[in-house]
């Protein structure tokens, strides 16, 4: 069974960066392999939907943001590593919830991200 773990998260200072990872695990021989699907990152925060932040192509090649992160995050994936991340960069008070990745096998446990002074 394919575990999705996401790492990376913390209390940063509006303007900070952050860097998360999403990390698969658990692929059996034989089955497709992580290179062979799209990734996602949502994010969600209290009292709130979770939202769709970024999507990005099972190569790499195409990547997709929410507006409210377009210019200010970058998707980027690893397939040799199984991971995919996450770089937060001018980061806003209203960034701040549980990110979670997602794809074909389901979703992370999350990671917290808060942005305060």
């Known amino acids: 069974q394919v575990q999705l773990v996401e790492s990376g998260g913390g209390l940063v200072q509006p303007g900070g960066s952050l860097r998360l990872s999403c990390a698969a695990s658990g692929f059996a021989f034989g089955s497709y392999a992580f290179s062979s699907y799209a990734m996602r990152w949502y994010r969600q925060a209290p009292g709130k939907e979770r939202e769709l932040v970024a999507e990005?192509?099972?190569?790499?090649?195409?990547?997709n943001y929410a507006d409210s992160v377009k210019g200010r995050f970058t998707i980027s994936r690893d397939n040799a590593k199984n991971t995919m991340y996450l770089q937060m960069n001018s980061l806003k008070v209203e960034d701040t919830a549980v990110y979670y990745c997602?794809?074909?096998w389901g979703w992370g446990q999350g990671t917290q991200v808060t942005v305060s002074s």
């Open positions: 990005i192509s099972s190569s790499g090649g195409t990547t």
């Open positions: 997602n794809s074909v």
